[in-house]
């Protein structure tokens, strides 16, 4: 079983920047491709980036070039670092675990942007 616990959400101003973190425990963090997903409300979760156990990521095509999602397996820890917000980027935030067929989930963080 695998443990997802995320951090850095908040409220930020259009234009803004934040951190997200998501720690992981159980398991072997390295070996499992790592995504961050979102969910605005009345909306479907869709997906923002994802990173392979290799480095290789990948991106919505809306967050391109001001999402930046990597990973530092000494930690555990995947970030998605934000910026150029928009108040389109308004969400819950979640962090995605994929071993094989196996999907992990966090509770979420809450990012809204707003002035």
């Known amino acids: 079983q695998v443990q997802l616990v995320e951090s850095g959400g908040g409220l930020v101003q259009p234009g803004g920047s934040l951190r997200l973190s998501c720690t992981a425990s159980?398991?072997?963090?390295?070996?499992?491709?790592m995504g961050w997903y979102r969910q605005a409300t009345g909306k479907q979760r869709e997906l923002v980036a994802t990173?392979?156990?290799?480095?290789?990521?990948n991106y919505a095509d809306s967050v391109k070039g001001r999402l930046t999602i990597s990973r530092d397996n000494a930690k555990n820890t995947v970030y998605l670092q934000m910026d150029s917000l928009k108040p389109e980027d308004t969400a819950a935030y979640y962090c995605n675990a994929r071993i094989n067929t196996l999907n992990f989930w966090g509770q979420g963080t809450q990012v809204t942007v707003s002035s």
């Open positions: 990173i392979t156990s290799g480095g290789s990521t």
């Open positions: 159980g398991g072997f963090f390295s070996t499992y491709v």
